[in-house]
Nanobody, 120 residues
Framework: QVQLVESGGGLVQAGGSLRLSCAAS????????MGWYRQAPGKQRALVAS???????SYAESVKGRFTISRDIAKNTVYLQMNSLNPEDTAVYYC??????????????WGQGTQVTVSS
């Protein structure tokens, strides 16, 4: 019903940058929030950054000052600009979108994941 397509992952050297994109499509009435999570080997999936419809931002402490989340409301797309990457950022990054249907019920959807690998 709602699909999320991620892009922008890849291999980068420490200190480099990547920009992730996530586009939502399907039966979308409105979006309550959009965000990025990541899961590193042997660790649980954890929040990286999120933005609500009101524009409120949240970041994991480990990425503050390095990552920036933004969204294009008209395109139902969220971005994650990642600068000063280090090997600890290596993980599969998942887009998350909380969608409101016509009855104002909220549903969560996940992207397919995109691999980010940072070499030292």
């Amino acid at each position: 019903q709602v699909q999320l397509v991620e892009s922008g992952g890849g291999l980068v050297q420490a200190g480099g940058s990547l920009r992730l994109s996530c586009a939502a499509s399907g039966s979308i009435f409105s979006i309550a929030s959009m965000g990025w999570y990541r899961q590193a080997p042997g660790k649980q999936r954890a929040l990286v950054a999120s933005v609500t419809t009101e524009g409120r931002l949240s970041y994991a402490e480990s990425v503050k000052g390095r990552f920036t989340i933004s969204r294009d409301i008209a395109k139902n797309t969220v971005y994650l600009q990642m600068n000063s990457l280090n090997p600890e950022d290596t993980a599969v990054y998942y887009c998350n979108v909380m969608v409101l249907d016509v009855k104002r019920y909220v549903f969560g959807y996940w992207g397919q994941g995109t691999q980010v690998t940072v070499s030292s």
